[in-house]
């Protein structure tokens, strides 16, 4: 927002959060954040403060861009940050204002927060509420909301509508299509496509399922598809599966709520989406365990990735370290390698060793797991490894290694959705 013109506080509760933002830096790993926080700080464009009350007499739009987690326990999303913005900024506000949601949010949200908006604005001040749902991926953040695909506003006014036209020009200028709607389509587009990414993840994942008991190869499978402009290659690599804050806990909330509105059955395949797509984390771990001669015990396995995916250091939900965590429960050593993730990866599961360099991670491995695709994996030497590790096998559980040249140097491979070697 700062970057587009305008003036920008950000606010969050954490006081170390917003020291470390004051001064430019970033509180965790998103290329090209660094350079922007950078730059809009140091313009004055961004400032940031620790009290919702600043922010109530600052702007005349506010946005809400707080996460809404899995409860625990539950399939639902905890909505209560969204509420504790509310009740700490409405009473504050000073001057008419439009206040926008961002986060993800289960259909019917909207309009229950812009009650509750309403009721408890002071007196003489009209607060209203729209709702412009967040596209952004991880690793590409900058970049999307920058050059987004699109801009989707729910919004219960023409007025409203033209606010926030206003605020997104320089988008609209560059032809960013821009569509407006009501509340409720608008937090339903934001679940819909989230829906949709892990149903086409999950699909792909079934058929590497089958490829692998019928002799096919999913990765040609999937070329084979994608180049179907209906299809599309894009969201259709088998692998490991989907992890990370979003998907998964976007579709379990999906499901709850269409049980609450009396619609389970539309949405029941969901169910089957996460399914398939937690078996995919078993089957690496079965892989894994047929390459240690049927048990883990007094085994070394190397994992290179902890991160949800490459390009973050977000380890929510992390395919690769449910892996690895399962494997040190059967009684492996384990040892993890990523280029970012490594402390998030150590607060989160302490129990496993990590390593600052690849070689020291392979150091001795039965097994060595490519679980999450950074590049400087792609880029590794098979001959350099093989020197290193007790016995030169490798799952690469994302499909994306140069296998050949592996193989070429000695090592037994295995990857997902091919014939299983007999
Ligand atoms: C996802 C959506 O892509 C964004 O559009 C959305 O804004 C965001 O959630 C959100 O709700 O905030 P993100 O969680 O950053 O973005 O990650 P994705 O790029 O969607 O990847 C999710 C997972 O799917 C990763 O673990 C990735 O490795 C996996 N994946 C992705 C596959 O296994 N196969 C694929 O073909 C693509």
Same mark, same amino acid.
């Given at each position: 927002m700062a970057d587009l013109g305008h003036d920008v506080l950000g606010v969050d509760t954490d006081e170390r959060k917003i020291l470390a933002l004051t001064e430019g830096q970033a509180p965790f790993y998103e290329p090209g954040l660094a350079e922007l926080l950078l730059s809009t700080v140091r313009s004055g464009k961004l400032r940031f403060s620790t009290s919702v009350a600043d922010a109530a007499s600052f702007a005349e739009v506010h946005f809400i861009c707080v996460g809404t987690p899995q409860l625990p326990g539950s399939f *639902?999303? $905890? /909505?209560s940050h969204i509420e504790t913005v509310l009740q700490g900024l409405a009473p504050n506000l000073r001057e008419d204002c439009l206040v926008v949601g961002k986060s993800t949010v289960p259909v019917g949200t909207a309009t229950r927060l812009a009650a509750r908006l309403a009721e408890l604005a002071p007196p003489g001040i009209s607060a209203h509420l729209a709702w412009n749902p967040e596209f952004l991926r991880e690793g590409y953040a900058v970049e999307d909301t920058l050059r987004p695909d699109r801009l989707v506003v729910g919004a219960t006014s023409a007025e409203d509508d033209a606010v926030l036209r206003k605020v997104y020009t320089p988008l609209l200028e560059s032809g960013t299509p821009y569509i407006t709607t009501d509340l409720p389509t608008a937090e339903l587009t934001k679940v819909a496509a989230n829906s949709f990414l892990a149903t086409k993840i999950s699909f792909i994942n079934a058929m590497a399922n089958v490829c692998e008991v019928a002799g096919a190869d999913v990765v040609t499978l999937s070329e084979a598809l994608g180049r179907d402009t209906r299809i599309g290659?894009?969201?259709l690599s088998a692998g490991l599966g989907f992890g990370g804050g979003c998907l998964g806990k976007d579709i379990r909330a999906f499901i709850a709520r269409a049980t609450e509105l009396g619609v389970a059955d539309s949405v029941h395949f969901l169910q089957q989406v996460d399914e398939i797509n937690s078996g995919r984390r078993r089957r690496v771990v079965d892989i894994a365990r047929e390459l240690a $001669?049927? #048990?883990? +015990? *007094?085994m070394n396995i190397a994992v290179l990735g902890?991160?949800?995916? %490459?390009? #973050?250091d977000d380890v929510r939900d992390s395919p690769a370290l449910t892996v690895a965590a399962t494997i040190r429960a059967e009684g492996a050593a384990v040892r993890v390698h990523d280029p970012k993730a490594i402390e998030n990866a150590r607060l989160a599961v302490p129990d496993l060793d990590y390593a600052d360099d690849v070689i020291k991670a392979c150091e001795g491995a039965d097994v060595v797991l490519h679980l999450t695709e950074w590049q400087e994996y792609r880029e590794l030497d098979p001959a350099a490894l093989r020197a290193v590790v007790r016995s030169p096998q490798i799952v $690469? +559980?994302?499909?994306? /290694? %140069?296998l050949r040249r592996w193989q070429e140097a000695g090592w037994t491979v295995r990857s997902m959705g091919a014939a299983v070697p007999s």
């Open positions: *639902g999303a $905890d /909505l290659r894009r969201f $001669d049927g #048990t883990f +015990a *007094g902890a991160a949800f995916k %490459p390009e #973050t $690469d +559980a994302r499909n994306i /290694l %140069p």
